[in-house]
């Protein structure tokens, strides 16, 4: 436990007046603005909204400037904003299946309607440092096509389940939907919470144990189904209203992962899914978040569980970034009092033991 | 797939198009609209434009039961005319601007003597605006369109 403790204003002061020197730096370069960040460092600003858990490019990168690019600080920065402001409802369900695709990918059918699009990926890129970057770069406009009419696009899940291959995910809205945000997580967690929660979590304790399950630790044989990013369109229904009404557009990145099942309980053999959906242009986060959920199904599908990634209380637990980084970070707060308290008992048992070794007393 | 069948009336199209296309339309498209306008009715404020948080849901496997994803920032304001004829704005971020004239254009709209200039001044040129903003983004993923050849004999 730590000591609360007074004084020291003027040095923290000066020590928050100095890094907000270093936040601006050398004031004979250009300072960044807003504008910048959202446009041109679009996957930071992507990342912090996911695990800020507030779609807001504006926001995030003001968070993000004032966080010197520091991920987890500007994550928490937003998250603090957030508390300030009134909630004023909820959206409807964003409907995926209508995304206005950028990109979309299955990498388990080669030829599948609706065909597959790239987008604006890193995949295929030879990861070699662009030292042109360094001037002025100035790169050719977007490739443009012509789109076919017909533009189809049946998500491979649905031909799935046709097949009867896999169980369609069914809507029942006459169900409550957990708010981790409202009340404590219980476990063991509804799908609703455990999705909340993991959309929220840190992408690389996500990504950590998305791997530690392709290693073989309580993983299966897993592909991606399906990956997409693209727009959707956000509505809710105001009281005023009393009708859904469009509020606007946001990116989204979604992934479906399958897990084939030979012996599956009592299902038969067939295809297990996970489900991820993240804010912007995640999409590693959205398929860590698909694994990972597939993973905390073991006790929903009656598997052993015998991995981290299948414990629900340790991955659930552990996942939030805030949380994580308060708990680590409170050590550097004054633990005068504890230590010293630990202290006098060490150095009691300290001087026991060296009575013990001059052949004091024998029991 | 959307769920939200549940209002008793039917939805007034018209309506929804409109506040759709005011929420979508760039703030500057607004506003140049509402400054070249000529002689605009007097709007007083029901509610000053507020900014507040919406909780996004989505769907498990984008079909099946909601939850929640985060949240969004969403500004919403409304006006009357002084017939009290209501208009409401609703837009993502924190907009408050933004919110303001897109309550001004719904009022207007709603009223018979505004309604045709309203659709030519705004409600056309922010179709326009935002059917084009799709039609560039569909040609981009377009132009990504991939056709993998298999090298391996399949099967």
Same mark, same amino acid.
């Given at each position: 436990m730590y000591a609360t403790v007074k004084g020291g204003e003027q040095a923290i002061d000066n020590a928050h007046r100095w890094l907000a020197d270093q936040r601006r730096g050398d004031r004979g370069v250009a300072e960044l603005d807003l504008a910048q960040i959202r446009q041109q460092m679009g996957r930071a600003v992507d990342r912090v909204m996911s695990e800020g858990s507030l779609a807001d490019p504006e926001l995030a990168a003001v968070a993000l400037k004032q966080a010197q690019g520091d991920i987890n600080e500007a994550v928490f920065l937003l998250r603090a904003y957030r508390? @300030? !402001? =009134?909630?004023?409802g909820r959206t409807e369900p964003l409907d995926t299946g209508a995304m206005r695709l950028d990109r979309r990918i299955t990498p388990v059918f080669k030829d599948t309607p609706g065909g597959q699009m790239l987008g =604006? @990926?890193? #995949?295929? /890129?030879?990861?070699? !440092? #662009?030292? /042109?970057? *360094?001037?002025n770069d100035d790169p050719p406009p977007a490739a443009e096509a012509e789109p076919a009419a017909d533009g189809a696009v049946t998500p491979i899940t649905e031909q799935l389940v046709r097949e009867g291959l896999t169980e369609p995910d069914l809507a029942d809205d006459t169900q409550p939907v957990a708010d981790i945000t409202r009340e404590p997580l219980r476990l063991p967690a509804g799908r609703d919470a455990r999705l909340q929660a993991l959309a929220r979590g840190d992408e690389g304790f996500l990504l950590g144990l998305a791997y530690s399950t392709q290693r073989g630790h309580g993983g299966h044989k897993v592909y991606a189904g399906e990956v997409r990013q693209g727009e959707v369109t956000v509505s809710f229904v105001p009281e005023e209203l009393g009708f859904p009404v469009e509020i606007g557009r946001m990116t989204v990145s979604e992934c479906h992962v399958l897990t084939p099942e030979q012996a599956d309980s009592d299902r038969g053999p067939g295809l297990a899914r996970g489900y991820g959906l993240a804010f912007g242009r995640s999409e590693r986060k959205a398929m860590t978040m698909a694994l990972v959920d597939r993973a905390l199904q073991a006790r929903e599908r009656g598997e052993?569980?015998? *991995?981290p990634a299948q414990d629900e209380e340790y991955v659930l637990g552990h996942l939030d970034s805030v949380h994580a980084a308060g708990f680590l970070e409170h050590l550097k707060l004054p633990h005068y009092v504890d230590f010293q308290a630990e202290l006098a008992t060490l150095r009691a048992l300290q001087q026991r033991n060296d009575r013990d070794d001059d052949g004091g007393d024998q029991p | 797939m959307t769920a939200h069948s549940t209002s008793p009336a039917p939805e007034p199209r018209e309506r929804q198009e409109r506040l759709a296309l005011l929420a979508r339309a760039p703030e500057e498209l607004l506003e140049a609209a509402w400054q070249e306008l000529p002689g605009k009715p007097r709007l007083t404020p029901l509610r000053p434009p507020e900014t507040g948080l919406l909780m996004v849901r989505g769907r498990a496997g984008g079909t099946g039961r909601q939850f929640h994803l985060g949240e969004v920032a969403v500004t919403r304001a409304a006006v009357c005319l002084p017939d009290g004829t209501a208009g409401y704005g609703y837009v993502l971020g924190q907009r408050s601007r933004h919110a303001e004239l897109a309550a001004c254009f719904d009022a207007m709209a709603a009223d018979g003597s505004w309604a045709a200039e309203v659709q030519r001044a705004v409600l056309d040129p922010a179709a326009r605006h935002v059917e084009a903003e799709d039609a560039a983004a569909r040609q981009r993923a377009e132009a990504t369109r991939v056709d993998f050849s298999t090298l391996v004999r399949e099967g």
């Open positions: 508390n @300030t !402001l =009134p909630r004023l =604006p @990926t890193f #995949d295929y /890129s030879h990861r070699l !440092l #662009d030292f /042109s970057l *360094a001037g052993r569980i015998q *991995a | -």
